[in-house]
């Protein structure tokens, strides 16, 4: 690849999760592609923007595009992170149109992880292997906000020895939501344990997400009540070679 | 209609442990969106489809002024009485009026979210008149005195004993039944006879078609066709955004109101009426009394990012595929409105300030916008109406930020472009939380169905400094 | 009510529109762009014998009763057969043209049913009193709609309302010539010069509610049988 590619790592994975960037980057050099870290990156800011300060938002905005813009592609594996610089920084500068350019400029080179490997790399057989039963999970902005979900079970499928089955209600939401779980626990539980359920009726042996969020919060929970039933980012799953653990 | 949206947290809970909820949230709420899915088959080009309404939608309401003063003058013209009433009280009164002035002894009242809006019930109470819900769902609720659960199913989750209960105590049958059929056809009895001899029948209006003056229904049971054929007259409330250009319009709209909210091509009956009965007809209502309601829309109107949510036809798509609503069901929205477009309209029409769970209480997953025809993206204000509250937006009556949150928003913001003082600070944040973040309230809430997650002992950044 | 009081109804409802309409009218305007092609129905290119078939299916599958018939004495006998079949003996008939034409009472050998019209009641309260205790209504229909099964009628002076509402079931006469495949063809048909009347009523299946544990639960307040007569004229 001759194009200048660089990683944003959502603060989730580079705080609490680490692994997920490195799996990343492993998969990555498995299909040659050189991508560069950019040290100055911060965070999107979706957490202020979804609260509702938007004008906070924008600090986070102007940062990340002074840091990624002069890349051809940035890839970044959650979908509510590259939706965020996708879909809403441009709506957020609606008052100033020379940052509205530039935010859409980026807008069409940035990237969900699974959709930069079979989109724009035309990669679906990353080299993976796991053998088992494999159910997938459709992160809300991820499906909704980029209609990247072929991509996803794309890969998966290619992957050696693995089954793609059927996730009933995959689509709907896990009840992360951010601050959501935190403010309305509750709610959230029973949204995450629905999830588990489907999770358990599907007779998959790995639940695979591509958003560092719905995986804190789907593996959180079940390790708390279904210790053994796992659940791995579509990095981690792709980084697996022969193993059932790609951790 | 009382206003409980305060109870949100309390109610969702009691909800959530509730097995007569449970079970028709677990089980009909998705065999509701299948059945919606497959309904929307029937069109030849289903996304041509939903592009063409949500245009119309979206023209209808830009054009609304305008639209409204065409559909009064052709409404009039037909035989029609237009009244305009910018608040509850005002339409509320002129029903009550109307009624007293013909010395009506009860009212019958088709299904309409926008009679519960009004609160018209109440006031026709005090009024000592007595008022019939007739959709059997409202009756129910009516007479177990409950708010609705669901826009299409008021009373699905209620158990057929309590339902039997009320109905020996207050409609008239004689033996107990847990059987819906026999529960039906007790319900049935009780209103033909007040259909027999009504005088006066209330409806809300499903759409207003400018170009002829005419007002749609749209139904299953045959209540709304009593309440417009049997008495002497006809009162239907529609709130001012009902309107559609022209009958094409009219049209395609109905195929999709009833294609994308109970997924029949068509629902049992869909009447027109343009104007009251004519000389020498049998039956009809002699006067027919168009309420034109606003009750805050003009105002929601003026804002070109909150005008959206007056696009909505209540097809009620969006609160059957919303994950949350399928967890708690409809009451804890606390007032007319319920799910995603309940979250837009009540905190619009009552204010930010007593709403903050409705808008709060969203993980802005997208289901809603994604089934919408009416072309509203509810997350986007939902996000909208967050940032208005933190504003202390004075006409949405926002409640303003508090100083930990504008410290919070405002040390991030000040972080984001500087990484070193970010790393330091995510670094010194997460920390703090993995050592106190287990015995804090909110998160011991979250780990107590789920674990804490550990913190790494290096961040990725670390990682691919030094790997 | 005093003269008082309706005065100050009146004042209140003009200020009420002047705010109301001011508002909306000074309102900052977004102009969309024209509604997007949708492509044509299918139903729209398909022959005439085909859209028969699929009204029929349609009816079938809401529970509708679907009877066919050929000519008028064919349609008459037809009738006659389901009203003793099912032992009704008082039905209300609309007094549309068609109807009038079919001359149901004086062909009413076989079985002793009354046919009763509106026009042979007095009064409001008659009407009201018969049309709630007949053992069917039976009125002709304007249109029928392939699309969705969809019976159009008319109401005027010699189609009332009640009739089809009424009573537990409602006969319906469909006639083949008037069958079209979409609503706005039924609007095309039904009112040539845009001239509507004070009622129009699209009817699909028998009246029904799910309300109660959702099952389902035909003759709510309406018919809870739908016969249908096709009939080719
Ligand atoms: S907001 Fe959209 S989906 Fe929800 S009820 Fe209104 S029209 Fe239907």
């Known amino acids: 690849m001759m194009n200048k590619t660089a990683l944003f790592i959502p603060c989730s994975v580079n705080l609490l999760l680490p692994w997920i960037g490195e799996a990343v980057d492993r998969v990555l050099k498995r299909l040659d592609v050189v991508s560069v870290y950019p040290d100055r990156q911060t965070c999107c800011g979706q957490m202020v923007y979804n609260k509702g300060f938007f004008n906070e938002a924008r600090s986070f905005a102007t940062h990340f595009l002074d840091v990624f813009e002069s890349f051809d592609a940035v890839v970044c594996p959650s979908g509510s992170c590259t939706a965020m610089v996708k879909h809403r920084y441009p709506s957020l500068f609606d008052d100033d149109p020379k940052m509205k350019q530039r935010a859409l400029d980026m807008a069409g080179r940035v990237f969900e992880f699974s959709q930069y490997l079979v989109d724009v790399l035309g990669v679906t057989d990353t080299g993976a292997s796991f053998s088992g039963k494999v159910a997938y999970h459709d992160s809300c902005h991820l499906s909704r906000d980029l209609g990247v979900s072929l991509q996803p079970r794309t890969l998966i499928r290619a992957a050696q020895g693995t089954e793609l089955v059927v996730l009933n209600n995959g689509d709907q939401c896990c009840g992360f939501g951010g601050e959501f779980s935190v403010s309305y626990p509750d709610i959230s539980t029973a949204m995450v344990s629905a999830k588990a359920q489907s999770y358990l009726d599907s007779g998959a042996d790995l639940l695979v997400v591509g958003e560092p969020g719905c995986l804190l919060n789907i593996g959180t929970y079940l390790e708390k009540n279904h210790p053994g039933k796992q659940v791995l980012h579509i990095a981690e799953f792709l980084d697996c070679q022969g193993g059932e653990n790609g951790r | 209609m009382d206003v409980k949206t305060q109870s949100y947290v309390t109610e969702a809970k009691k909800e959530m442990a509730s097995p007569a909820s449970r079970t028709f949230l677990d089980f009909f709420l998705p065999v509701l969106s299948a059945v919606r899915e497959i309904g929307m088959t029937s069109f030849p080009d289903p996304a041509a489809a939903v592009e063409r309404a949500r245009a119309i939608r979206r023209s209808s309401v830009d054009r609304l002024g305008e639209l409204l003063e065409t559909f009064e003058r052709n409404a009039v013209k037909a035989g029609a009485r237009v009244f305009w009433a910018e608040n509850a009280h005002e339409a509320n009164i002129y029903i009550r009026d109307l009624v007293n002035r013909h010395r009506i002894p009860y009212v019958t009242k088709g299904k309409s979210m926008i009679t519960e809006e009004l609160g018209l019930n109440e006031v026709l109470k005090k009024n000592q008149t007595p008022v019939y819900e007739t959709d059997l769902g409202e009756f129910i609720i009516q007479l177990l005195e409950k708010p609705p659960f669901h826009i299409i199913g008021p009373a699905i989750n209620i158990p057929t004993d309590e339902i039997s209960r009320v109905f020996m105590e207050k409609a008239g049958m004689d033996s107990a039944s847990t059987d819906p059929v026999v529960l039906g056809q007790a319900a049935r009895n009780f209103l033909r006879d007040k259909f027999r001899h009504m005088r006066l029948g209330i409806t809300g209006v499903n759409m207003a078609v400018a170009e002829t003056g005419s007002i749609l229904n749209v139904e299953n049971e045959g209540n709304i066709r009593f309440n417009k054929s049997a008495p002497g007259i006809q009162v239907s409330v529609m709130s001012l955004e009902k309107i559609v250009p022209n009958l094409d319009d009219a049209l395609h709209m109905t195929r999709m109101l009833c294609r994308n909210g109970t997924g029949q091509k068509l629902t049992s009956y869909v009447t027109l009426d ?19 309601l606003d009750n805050g829309r003009s105002r929601i109107y003026d804002d070109i990012k909150t005008r959206e949510v007056l696009q909505c036809i209540r097809c009620g798509a969006c609160i059957n595929v919303c994950p949350v609503f399928r967890q708690i069901g409809g009451y804890p929205y606390g007032w007319a409105y319920t799910g995603p477009i309940g979250k837009l309209l009540n905190p619009l029409l009552l204010g930010l300030d007593r709403t903050r769970d409705l808008y709060g209480a969203c993980t802005l997953c997208k289901a809603c916008k994604t089934v919408c025809p009416a072309g509203i993206d509810h997350p986007s204000m939902i996000l909208y109406l967050r940032n208005k509250n933190l504003a202390a937006d004075p006409v949405l009556q926002g409640e303003g930020s508090t100083f930990a949150e504008r410290l919070m928003s405002k040390t991030a913001a000040f972080a984001a472009t500087r990484p070193r003082t970010w790393n330091t600070a995510a670094r010194l944040g997460s920390f703090l939380a993995s050592k106190l973040g287990p015995c804090h309230p909110l998160v011991s809430a979250w780990t107590l169905k789920r674990t804490f997650p550990s913190l790494p002992p290096k961040t990725y950044r670390d990682l691919r400094k030094h790997p | 009510m005093t003269v008082h009081h309706h005065d100050h109804v009146e004042k209140a409802m003009s200020d009420s529109r002047q705010t109301i309409l001011g508002r909306l009218k000074t309102a900052e305007r977004i102009l969309h762009p024209d509604y997007p092609a949708m492509p044509p129905s299918p139903f729209l290119s398909m022959n005439h014998k085909d859209m028969v078939e699929i009204l029929v299916r ?91 099964g969809t019976l159009v009628i008319a109401h005027n002076k010699t189609q009332s309302r009640l009739i089809s509402l009424a009573p537990l079931v409602h006969l319906a006469v469909v006639r083949t010539g008037t069958v079209v495949p979409v609503y706005e063809k039924a609007l095309d048909l039904v009112i040539p010069n845009g001239g509507l009347p004070s009622q129009l009523t699209f009817i699909t299946g028998p009246s029904m509610t799910a309300d109660i544990m959702a099952t389902p639960f035909r003759g709510m307040h309406g018919p809870r049988r739908l016969v249908v007569f096709l009939v080719d004229t």
């Open chain 2, 274 to 292: 343009t104007g009251p009965r004519k000389q020498g007809e049998k039956d009809g209502p002699e006067e027919l009394h168009i309420i034109i």
């Open chain 3, 58 to 148: 349609n009816l079938t599958e809401q529970g509708a009763e679907v009877h066919r018939a050929e000519g008028h004495e064919n349609l008459r006998q037809t009738i006659d057969r389901v009203i003793a079949d099912q032992g009704f003996s008082r039905i209300m008939v609309s007094e549309d043209p068609f109807m009038e034409n079919l001359k149901l009472e004086s062909h009413a050998e076989n079985h002793c049913a009354e046919f009763i019209k509106p026009s042979d009641l007095e009064g409001n309260e008659q009407y009201k009193g018969t049309v709630f205790s007949v053992d069917a209504g039976l009125t002709t229909v304007d249109a029928a709609v392939a699309e969705s």
